[in-house]
């Protein structure tokens, strides 16, 4: 069991503490949750934004959730003290400040990524130092008499040394080091290939050189990731431009306090951004939009930063499939655009569209989503129907796609480009319809070829076919129409065989162009060719199955991280209480090595009860007719559902205990809990289970785990 504290502080921050926090028990989470106070109303009360009491608190737990608190200046700050306080010298010190401090948090983990939008798909990180820098308080008014030798600038004696304030940019081996380790670390951990330092060593030469050697002698220990240097500026330009181009940004204080808001604006905006201060002790994660005061009782705040750091927080602590989940689901939300807040142009409260988040995880989509766009100046004219984009939809329906998007876009690369990286990420599928001619106004490929960041590579052997068709069709060979044998490196082709322009599938940011030549003729049995090739390719996966008692989901998802990092196989876990079902899929013509298989059985040994997906209870069923006794009489009730549905000539008798007894549990106030389950047969062999339950599972829970006792020992007992 878990336990989070939860500090909802000031503002909007206990409103999106409210809405996101029933995610855990959606989830069925073994955590308990614990709620404490921090913020500026504690400094109101208590002349302490952080009180004692909290601090004892965070002692306790495995990390902390933070809604957002308030800071205000120096003069307000005394203002707002107690009357007994005042005048007493007690300077404000922000919390968060005080958390990072004397919790030795020093790295400010914000990543972002595309969600929704006219660019390319992106995902990076910014990790910022949070303990030196620019801010590490080093802040001085007037220049005094002990650093006037040294601290000199024509400016100064303009008005005087009084008339001047001065910082400190401190950088120490220790503090950079640290920082860097957890950077490259983060990269691996997640899959990126490159660490980029923004720093400006061009101005800043001396802490600049210091802080590059550094760098580099920890980058030099990860021959995996390309590691640079770029000054701040450049990286704030190009972060606006092409964020896909970025992993891992990497920078002291101030430069990545600003770098990482300045990500949050790419990726939508502060509503969205999550954050994580980890370092040598509890971690905290927080919504980086801040309290709002202004905002605050109108319901309107956007809750999805608050669920974004709650899977930042899960995946610290291990349950990372539920992370995932949580991620997709507010992806989805926002990509749907039905349930959002007014930020993201909807009329929903915090309220409605966090409810409609969880509804999202506790029902994920079945459904694969597709876009068309067609292109060409003649369909926006009018001068022709659109017949294709209705065709191409009908096609797309009757596959079992959902057609999310359909666009018409003129000839011109930047606009096509863009609907096509408006749609990646979101749609399985992006059908591209036209403009693959050989003349000067088909731009599809070229735009294509810019959305994907490929370049276009010319195939001889598509060239021979189209010199083939050309000739016979009794038409001059030009070479304008090697144009047309120019595809994206990558790109697989679709053979075209009533044209001469050949059509082409590519990934992309998580999606499948595939894109067609205009005339319906060619177009549509094309298509209808592509999606009989691919519902036939996935029809015939490579299907294992294993269905485990007694281990969390995230415990099976680490497990089987460790065995497969980085693996093209569909890897899939649905947890159905008290199961996690597994299961992975590969293509036809890979089966799964019989090493890795036996490796995977190895690893669920001790937790397996089927490979077939057939339950505990079942199982018995087909072996025994069991009678339980018990002394326990909510439990006898709970266990006498349970009807075998095939006789055996086996009889059984089983007698079975829990503590606590389960009438307690019943009646309890707590939702979240562990317990000890007891079976003993009558040849006398006692197997006994410790599982963490939640009250409202258990009468499923329960007959699974005794089942999966009696099946255990029925099994020592023919050991």
Known sequence: MKKILVLPGDGIGQEVCEAALPVISALNLPIMLSWGEIGWECWKTQGDPVPARTWDEIQQVDAILLG???SKGKAEAERALPSHLQGENIAYLSP????????????????????????????????????????????????????????????????????????????????????????????????????????????????????????????????????DIQNVDAVALRLVLKPDEYGVIVAENMFGDILSDLAAGIMGGLGLAPSANVGSHIPYFEPVHGSAPGMAGKGKANPSAMFYSIALMLEYLGFSRQAEAINLAVDRVIQEGKITTYDLGGAATTQQMANAIIRAIIAPAVMRTASVITIGDEL????????????????????NYRVRLQVVCADNIRQISGAINACCGQD???????????????????????????????????????????????VQDDKSNRLQALFPSGARILANPSGTAPGFYI????????????????????????????????????????????????????????????????????????????????????????????????????????????????LLNDICDIRWTTSDAALSVMLLNEKSAARSKQKLSAEISVNPPLVSVVTGDSLLGKMKMSVRLDSGMIQTVAFPYNKTLL???????????VLNALAADNG
């Open 380 to 399: 926006l004219s009018g001068q022709y129907q659109n017949s294709n984009q209705q065709h191409l939809s009908q096609l797309l329906s009757e596959a």
């Open 428 to 474: 399985e599928l992006i059908v591209v319809c036209g403009g693959l001619g050989p003349t000067s106004d088909d731009k599809t490929r070229e735009a294509v070829a810019y959305a994907a960041n490929q370049p276009l590579i010319h195939h001889e052997n598509v060239w021979v076919t189209i010199q083939q068709q050309l000739r016979q069709l009794g």
């Open 68 to 70: 957002a608190v308030t």
């Open 699 to 709: 009468p499923q829970s329960i007959p699974e785990y005794a089942a999966w006792c």
């Open 96 to 227: 968060v400040i005080q958390l990072r401090q004397r919790l030795g948090l020093f790295a400010n983990i914000r990543p972002v990524k595309y969600i929704e939008g006219d660019r390319r798909p992106f995902r990076c990180c910014v990790i910022r130092e949070n303990t030196e820098g620019l801010y590490a308080g080093l802040d001085f008014k007037g220049v005094r008499t002990e650093v006037s030798s040294w601290l000199k600038h024509p400016n100064i004696d303009q008005y005087g040394p009084e008339e001047a304030a001065w910082t400190v940019r401190l950088q120490t081996r220790f503090g950079l080091e640290r920082l860097f380790y957890t950077a490259f670390d983060y990269a691996r951990q997640h899959h990126f290939g490159h660490v980029t330092f923004a720093d400006k060593p061009n101005v800043m030469r001396e802490s600049g050189q210091f802080a590059a050697e550094i760098f580099y002698e920890v980058a030099s220990q990860f021959s995996d990731i390309a590691a």
């Open 507 to 618: 990934a992309c940011g998580g999606s499948q162009i595939v894109v067609l030549p205009g005339p319906p003729s060619q177009a549509l049995p094309m298509m209808n060719g592509f999606l009989s090739h691919t519902d036939k390719r996935e029809a015939g996966k490579n299907k294992y199955d294993w269905m485990l008692i007694g281990i969390s989901e995230g415990e099976v998802g680490s497990k089987v991280r460790e065995l497969l990092p980085f693996t093209e196989w569909d890897i899939h876990f649905l947890w159905k209480s008290p199961y996690v079902l597994v299961q992975i899929e590969t293509p036809p013509s890979q089966p799964m090595p019989q090493a890795t298989l036996n490796m995977l059985d190895e690893i669920f040994d001790a937790q397996l009860v089927s490979k077939n997906n057939q339950t505990a209870v079942s």
